[in-house]
């Protein structure tokens, strides 16, 4: 009998792949650091039993339509709206996501990138490195202190909890919103629930970290910022799309709020001339939240792992809900 074909879309490790290959045929796009065309998305993905995603892909209605023996789309993230799941399930297709494995990377990334925020850390280095630093003086680069400040968490998912550990260890007062309570995270982490009105107002660090859906849409937007304090930083770690980037670039210029530390924007790769990336008061990444090796193998092996529990029938062991 034929082995059930899979398509990667990016040129992944060979000493990841390699123990699957006796389990399918593999077929992977030639490039780790490009995206692959939709024309051979939809060519490869049509006639794939299996595929594995990342967030670059677009997966629709559109696509799902050509794919007769497609029975799982593996998505290496936790997030996962590049995908119409709907549009996967009314063909029986299952959808699978990597959560966990990146957890605490990724709440590590965002505890960091809060930190260089507040810190002015990326302005630091520049200045060292670009020969400016010419005497010690009171106040050169004085950021804003992150021990015992508050901490406003929209999003109290499993990254959300690990960040709120994390802000426990820095003896903040944490807050959190979230669609619902969470019990165990006040008991243990001693978070309190808030609306997000409350949450926008109190918190000195407002961090996202809500997924991306309808309903989060641009919901950082000009009201919200406008209720956060003048000296209020905010981070995104989660999606783009959840901030109306033009109400932040306003809240940032006139001073609403004090600054910003994005790794994701509404448009990926951020346009180089794009006005976040000339304000001093921003510190912008390239969406790495998860990016360790470490993690960036356990997320690759579980979307192949999640792969070969369905096409050998078994449930996956991460399904999308
Ligand atoms: C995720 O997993 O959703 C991240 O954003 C990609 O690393």
């Known amino acids: 009998m034929s082995k059930p074909i899979v398509y990667i879309t990016r040129c992944l490790p060979e000493d990841v792949v390699e123990p699957y290959r006796k389990h399918f045929q593999i077929d992977m796009w030639e490039y780790e650091d490009r995206p692959v065309d939709r024309n051979t998305l939809r060519e490869k993905a049509a006639q794939a039993d299996g595929l594995l995603t990342v967030l670059t892909e677009q997966v629709d209605d559109e696509l799902l339509e050509q794919c007769k023996n497609l029975k799982i789309v593996a998505n290496m993230a936790v997030g996962f709206d590049n995908i119409d799941v709907d549009a996967a399930s009314k063909r029986n297709i299952s959808v699978t996501n990597t959560p966990d494995v990146l957890t605490e990377t990724t709440a590590d990334l965002t505890f960091a990138l809060m930190m260089a925020t507040a810190r002015r850390l990326v302005e630091a280095s520049s200045y060292v490195k670009e020969g400016k630093w010419q005497n010690w003086s009171p106040l050169l680069l004085a950021g804003t ?176 809900e």
């Open 145 to 320: 202190d992150i021990h015992h400040k508050k901490i406003g968490i929209v999003g109290m998912g499993r990254i959300g909890e690990a960040v709120a550990r994390r802000a426990s260890g820095f003896s903040m007062d944490i807050l959190y919103h979230n669609r619902s309570r969470k019990k165990e995270a006040e008991d243990e982490l001693g978070a309190t629930y808030r609306s997000l009105e409350a949450l926008l107002e109190e918190a000195d660090y407002v961090v996202c970290l809500t997924p991306h859906t309808p309903e989060t849409e641009k919901m950082f937007d000009a009201e919200a910022f406008a209720r956060m304090k003048k000296d209020a930083i905010f981070i995104n770690a989660s999606r783009g799309m959840t901030v109306d980037e033009d109400a932040l670039i306003q809240a940032l210029k006139t001073g609403e709020i004090a600054a910003a530390g994005l790794d994701v924007f509404a448009e990926e790769p951020i346009d180089a001339d794009h006005p976040l990336l000339q304000m001093d008061n921003v510190v912008c990444l390239p969406h790495i939240g998860s990016a360790t090796k470490e993690t960036r193998y356990k997320m690759m092996e579980l979307a192949l792992e999640n792969i070969k529990l369905v096409l050998s029938g078994s449930e996956p062991k991460t399904p999308v």
